[in-house]
């Protein structure tokens, strides 16, 4: 006997049993797994998608700032500013990553 997660409620149960203790989901009913499934995985792109532009507005934020405001380089703002951008930058292309690589699993 092994222990699962729930594909519902994701806590712990046994892969014998029928339903789940915590949330009542029929185990058995293979379409409605499948749902629970499908449902889960647009969620997790939904929140890499906010993420991807949460990375993009810290991209972008820095960048401008640093062109705005005329920063001087080795001042404090230039050093915020440049961070920013590349942190930004570094999150954006490693979240895009992450899409691509939950999109090719799927099919």
């Known amino acids: 006997m092994a222990v699962i997660n729930c594909p519902s409620c994701n806590k712990k149960i046994s ?3 029928k339903t789940c203790s915590y ?3 029929d185990l058995s009913n293979q379409e409605q797994l499948n749902s629970i499934k499908r449902i889960n995985r647009i969620k997790k792109s939904q929140t890499l998608m906010n993420y991807s532009f949460i990375a993009m507005l ?3 934020g820095g960048f401008l700032f640093m062109f705005w405001q005329d920063v ?3 001042s404090w703002q230039h050093t915020a500013a440049m961070s920013s951008t590349a942190v930004g930058f570094i999150l954006y ?3 895009r990553i992450r899409l ?3 999109k090719r699993n799927t099919k």
């Open 93 to 95: 292309i490693f979240i």
């Open 100 to 102: 691509i690589i939950l």
């Open 58 to 60: 810290l991209f972008c």
């Open 15 to 17: 892969d014998k049993a």
């Open 23 to 25: 949330c009542d989901i």
């Open 72 to 74: 001087r380089p080795g």
